[in-house]
C-alpha cells in the first residue's frame, strides 16, 4: 500500500517512514502543501498523512483542493494543534482522523491501518488464489503445508498481486506503487522482484504464478490443470 506523508519537519517525516515502512507500507514523503498537493495529484495512494502547519499551503487547504479534484484517498492529520476547535475544523474539511502530537508509535501505525481500511483498500489478514495463500500480518507466502517469508518490497508487489488478481500491471505501473515517485531506482528493479517472486512460487511447489502479458505487463494467474 502506498502512504504519503506531508510533514515540514524533516526528521518527523523520516521517523514515520521509517515506521510504514517497517508495516510493510511505501511511503513518499513531501514538505510543503504545494508539493503535497502536486503529489496527490500525481499518483494513487492508499492513504495520505497530513501536517496543518505547513510552508506554501498548510494542511486544510491542501485537503480542500485534493477534494475539490475529486482525491478521495483518506486523510489524517497529524499535527501539534489539538485543540478541540482545530480538530473540528480538521474534520469538517474533510479529514478522516486526527491525531495530535506527540503521540505513541503503536498508535500512529494503528491509525493508517484504519484509515486504508476506511479507503477500501485494507486487505484481510490472509489474502489467497487457489490455495496459495498470503499472511497479511507475518508476510509469508504458503501452499501446501511450505512457507516462506517475504521482504518488504516482494510483499507489497505480491499483495498487490493478490489484491488484484488476473489484472495486468505494466511495469511502470508497479515501478509506481511499489517503489514511489522519488525513487532512485531503474526500471529493472521490477523485472528482479518479479523474478524473486516466481522463485519462491517455484519454490512453494504453488499452484499460481506471475504470468507476462507481452507488451502489456504482468498479471497473478492460477496454474491450468
Excluded at 495512494?45 to 498548510?58: A, E, H, R, S
Excluded at 528493479?189 to 519454490?203: A, D, E, H, P
Amino acid at each position: 500500500m502506498r502512504i504519503l506523508i506531508a510533514e515540514d519537519e524533516v526528521g518527523i517525516a523520516k521517523a514515520l517512514k521509517i515506521m510504514l515502512e517497517r508495516s510493510k507500507y511505501s511511503v513518499d514523503i513531501v514538505h510543503t502543501g504545494t508539493d503535497a498537493v502536486d503529489y496527490a495529484m500525481a499518483s494513487d495512494y492508499d492513504g495520505i498523512v497530513l501536517d496543518i502547519m505547513m510552508p506554501g499551503m498548510d494542511g486544510l487547504e491542501v485537503l480542500a483542493k485534493l477534494r475539490e479534484a475529486g482525491i478521495a484517498a483518506p486523510v489524517l492529520f497529524l499535527t501539534a494543534k489539538g485543540d478541540i476547535e482545530d480538530r473540528v475544523a480538521g474534520l469538517n474539511a474533510g479529514a478522516d482522523d486526527y491525531l495530535p502530537k506527540p503521540f505513541a508509535t503503536s498508535e500512529f501505525i494503528a491509525r493508517v491501518k484504519a484509515l486504508t481500511r476506511r479507503s477500501g483498500a485494507y486487505a484481510p489478514v490472509i489474502l489467497s488464489l487457489g490455495e496459495t495463500a498470503l499472511d497479511c500480518n507475518q508476510y509469508t507466502l504458503a501452499y501446501g503445508g511450505k512457507s516462506v517469508r517475504l521482504n518488504n518490497k516482494e510483499y507489497q508487489m505480491m499483495e498487490l498481486f493478490m489484491r488484484h488478481p488476473h489484472h495486468v500491471f505494466s511495469s511502470e505501473r508497479l515501478m509506481d506503487k511499489i517503489w514511489g515517485l522519488d525513487s532512485e531506482a531503474e526500471i529493472d528493479v521490477v523485472w528482479t522482484y518479479i523474478g524473486f517472486l516466481r522463485r519462491k512460487l517455484k519454490q512453494l511447489g504453488s499452484d499460481i504464478e506471475i504470468r507476462t502479458v507481452r507488451g502489456a505487463g504482468y498479471s497473478l494467474e492460477e496454474l491450468k490443470c
